[in-house]
């Protein structure tokens, strides 16, 4: 796998030629495939005992309480026959075997979710009287923040019928994005590239950015111009498709009574529209860092001019470095000494352990994630390369959401176990922003300093500012529907650029083609997501400085959140750890960060 081995090393095993103690072990979720299957069959004469309560919900608390309670069992016994099928996918794609599993899962999966889909439209149609009697009785004490938080929804849902019409439009509602992937993955075709080693390679969404790090600006200039040519050439259909999904959210959202499409997004994280447009501002007001790196870069790469294509090619090239899985290990253990014991002792033995699938197969997934489990163990897929750095990050950045489940299914049943997504990137970059740390402090060789330097700039800079960006050109159309305004391809374009202009800054070369960039954003689909991102990062980059730098409390406060699920709001959860999102703060400091990490890029590298 290392660089001067013979093409025979590198062929990749078959997956029952994989050491065992390279991968995951699945017996914690089922012993085997027949005790999965048994499982299976056993969850269907529960899902059949949901349809006595239909109606009842109002009867009384303990008519409430078994029907949650058997909601509740059949859900965790769900999650865990799914667990074992999709990670049992992923080990070999080409397994028919497995695939199987899955489909099989997800058949009883959509019965189970049809015979439950009574329970909370009854429930937000019982009187306010009897929900708020309901939140009152100790009976219901487990359920009462589920009921809490369903009660919410209340003044935001409608009749029965017109919940039904509702819900009858959720194939129609996804006509737009369905319309985009097609003319995405199938339609556009973007032609041929010779790369800079002569090799001619089929230019298409996967390769783009892969061209767009060659080390010929050629290639790169080339690339991008004829890959935005097909965008240029379908913009009509993919403004039609764009402004259907802004539509989409905007009926939504008028329908259930919400003031707007972005009040109707951060509704259910009980997230105030302030937080938004703090993030926004903020970003705004501290560009001139971002205007400043894209400089350095232009310097350091000796460009005359610098365009959005040479962006993506690194100014260092990756290190030459090498770390086996063991030494791996040790660095992200040595990093996260900072989080006291029980965290390092757990990870290691984890790690050490059968917790992650290591290493690439023949026929496994490709990149990386985390599968926590209330049941099994925090898994974590791997395709770990010990020649390449970034899979070190990528490790500890795994581990941080493994942890994350662990400490939250170790303290909370349940119901409340499963962190949501606004929380659930600041454990993983808390990880990494650690395991720079260390690798800095640790390193004398001014190339590596500025190989991770850099890294973090990109990170602050793809994470945050891009992210934010992107948040801004959300709210902005959005706003421009509900206000009436056509939504063409000069408005898009006209908002698009002028975020462009403002986020690349007036020495940055914007081509005319790139204002057409909003139309190959996917997160575009689902609006009002990406702000979340940013946030994390910011809120991650915040805490790890008050840990690294705090004592006792502030570790307990950490590893509070880490324990505590989603058992209070995440803006809430995120407080009690230490940061405080309703402010700009936690923004200003990451933005600072850039700054400082910018003049230290500079200060280290001659330009070219």
């Not at 790369?195 to 950015?209: H, K, M, P, Y």
């Not at 059968?354 to 974590?380: E, H, M």
């Amino acid at each position: 796998m290392g660089e001067g081995t013979d093409v025979k090393a590198e062929r990749l095993p078959k997956r029952e030629e994989v050491a065992i103690a390279d991968t995951w072990d699945l017996t914690y979720l089922y012993e085997s495939d027949a005790a999965w299957s048994e499982a299976l069959e056993a969850i269907k004469p529960l899902v059949e005992k949901l349809a006595k309560f239909r109606g009842r919900l109002g009867e009384s608390s303990d008519v409430l309480r078994e029907c949650l309670e058997l909601d509740s069992q059949i859900d965790r016994l769900g999650d865990r026959l799914g667990n074992y099928a999709y990670l049992k996918t992923a080990e070999d794609q080409t397994n028919s075997h497995y695939q199987s599993l899955v489909g099989r899962y997800r058949f009883e999966s959509t019965r189970a979710a049809e015979a439950a889909s009574f329970i909370r439209p009854e429930l937000l149609r019982l009187p306010i009287e009897t929900l708020q009697a309901y939140l009152k009785d100790p009976k219901l004490a487990l359920f009462r923040l589920q009921l809490e938080r369903l009660v919410r929804f209340k003044p935001h849902t409608l009749g029965e019928k017109e919940e039904q019409l509702l819900a009858m439009q959720g194939e129609m509602a996804q006509a737009a994005s369905n319309a985009f992937r097609q003319l995405l993955d199938a339609d556009l075709k973007f032609g041929l590239i010779d790369d800079e080693t002569g090799i001619q390679r089929e230019l298409s969404n996967a390769t783009f950015v892969q061209l767009l790090h060659s080390p010929s600006r050629e290639v790169r200039r080339q690339t991008f111009h004829q890959y935005y040519a097909q965008y240029d050439a379908h913009k009509h259909t993919l403004t039609a498709t764009l402004s259907g999904s802004i539509q989409r959210d905007a009926y939504y959202a008028r329908a259930r009574g919400y003031s707007s499409s972005l009040e109707s997004a951060l509704f259910p994280d009980n997230v105030p529209r302030e937080v938004y447009e703090n993030l926004v501002a903020t970003v705004r007001a501290g560009l001139p860092a971002v205007h400043r790196f894209y400089e350095v870069r232009r310097r350091k790469m000796g460009l005359e001019k610098i365009h959005h294509y040479d962006t993506y090619v690194p100014i260092l090239s990756e290190l030459k470095v090498q770390h086996s899985w063991d030494e791996a290990v040790e660095k992200v253990l040595d990093s996260l000494r900072p989080l006291g014991s029980q965290y390092v002792n757990t990870l290691a033995e984890g790690l050490r352990g059968r917790w992650c699938d290591r290493y690439p197969n023949v026929g496994k997934q490709s990149g990386a994630f985390s599968y926590g489990t209330y049941d099994g163990l925090p898994y974590i897929m791997m395709n770990y390369k010990p020649n390449v750095l970034h899979d070190v990050f990528t490790l500890t950045h795994e581990a941080g959401h493994s942890m994350h489940s662990w400490f939250s299914s170790k303290h909370q049943p349940y119901q409340y176990h499963n962190y949501t997504i606004f929380v659930a990137e600041v454990a993983s970059t808390f990880n990494e922003q650690l395991l720079a740390r260390y690798l800095m402090e640790h390193s004398t060789a001014p190339q590596m300093k500025a190989y991770l330097i850099n890294q973090q700039i990109d990170d602050i800079r793809s994470t945050i500012v891009r992210q934010t960006m992107f948040a801004e050109f959300e709210q902005r159309t959005h706003a421009a529907c509900e206000a009436g305004d056509a939504l063409t391809v000069d408005s898009f374009r006209e908002i698009y650029g002028e975020l462009l202009d403002a986020y690349f800054g007036p020495q940055f070369v914007i081509d005319p083609e790139l204002r057409l960039e909003c139309f190959r954003i996917p997160h575009f689909y689902n609006a009002f997501y990406v702000y979340k991102y940013a946030t994390g990062l910011s809120a991650a980059i915040a805490l790890s400085d008050r840990v690294t730098n705090g004592g006792a409390a502030e570790l307990d406060d950490y590893l509070g959140f880490l324990k505590s699920g989603c058992s209070q709001d995440p803006l809430d959860l995120l407080k009690a750890a230490g940061v405080d999102m309703w402010t700009p703060a936690p923004i200003e400091s990451a933005l600072q960060r850039l700054d400082t990490l910018v003049t230290e890029l500079d200060d280290l590298l001659p330009d070219a």
